[in-house]
């Protein structure tokens, strides 16, 4: 158990369809990372998130928005929902340290399905 | 951006032999270099990291090299057992500053230790 957790496990949905998933970082980490993995695009980062500032963004596509709230959760909005979407979404957390990038680690996911 | 490049995408060994998973990162701003063990349906797991500014790094049965000049890098896993099957990650970040340590991922190899 990393001591990230994401809401919900599993969720299936249909096109056209909106869906949020939840993200809590570990104690004390200030960063949350959110990537999507597919078979054919693999592991891809999507936004990270600072003490509630958005830091980056990557591949991440106008229909989706992300947000980190005051108690440092996260939430990933997905809307307009294609087939193309069905996809494992993984958020990671890491704290602020001196000396450059560290350890992510990473919650169970949450696999999408849009039918 | 960073590009990371990864192989093979399989490899399948018999039972303590050793196994070399290689990978090469275009942008030399890059200064972390996390590996990542994920079991199917699991999430990620780091399983061993090395920064720029060191050459070699081992952890029991597991050791990473860098060569920076290259820019390639590569995980040696030694006496392999059947539990070290799962798909292996290696992953570059550059600390861009303001806390951005985003994780650009390989396309993962798959492990197969045959018993």
């Known amino acids: 158990d990393s001591g990230v957790t994401q809401t919900p496990k599993h969720l299936i949905t249909a096109t056209g369809q909106r869906v949020t998933l939840r993200c809590s970082p570990r104690?004390?980490?200030?960063?949350v990372y959110w990537y999507q993995q597919s078979l054919d695009q693999g592991l891809q980062f999507l936004i990270q998130?600072?003490?509630?500032?958005?830091?980056a963004k990557g591949n991440i596509l106008e229909r989706f928005s992300a947000q980190q709230f005051p108690d440092l959760h996260s939430e990933l909005n997905l809307s307009s929902l294609e087939l193309g979407d069905s996809a494992l979404y993984f958020c990671?957390?890491?704290?602020?340290?001196?000396?450059?990038?560290?350890?992510?680690?990473f919650g169970p996911g949450t696999r999408l399905t849009v039918l | 951006g960073e590009n990371v490049e990864q192989h093979p995408s399989t490899l399948s060994v018999q039972e303590g032999d050793s196994a070399v998973i290689k990978c090469t990162y275009s942008?030399?701003?890059?200064?972390?270099f996390p590996w990542y063990k994920q079991e199917l349906g699991k999430r990620p797991q780091l399983i061993i990291d090395?920064?720029?500014?060191?050459g070699e790094k081992k952890d029991q049965r597991i050791a990473v090299t860098l060569n920076k000049t290259a820019k390639h890098f590569s995980l040696h896993i030694t006496e392999t057992q059947p539990e070290d099957s799962a798909v292996y990650f290696c992953?570059?970040?550059?600390?861009?500053?303001?806390?951005?340590?985003?994780?650009?991922f390989g396309k993962g190899t798959l492990l197969t230790v045959n018993p």
């Open positions: 990671a957390s890491s704290k602020k340290l001196a000396g450059g990038p560290n350890e992510q680690f």
């Open positions: 104690s004390g980490d200030l960063s």
């Open positions: 998130y600072y003490n509630g500032e958005e830091r």
């Open positions: 942008d030399s701003a890059s200064n972390y």
């Open positions: 090395i920064r720029s500014n060191v």
């Open positions: 992953a570059a970040s550059e600390d861009s500053g303001g806390s951005n340590y985003k994780l650009t």
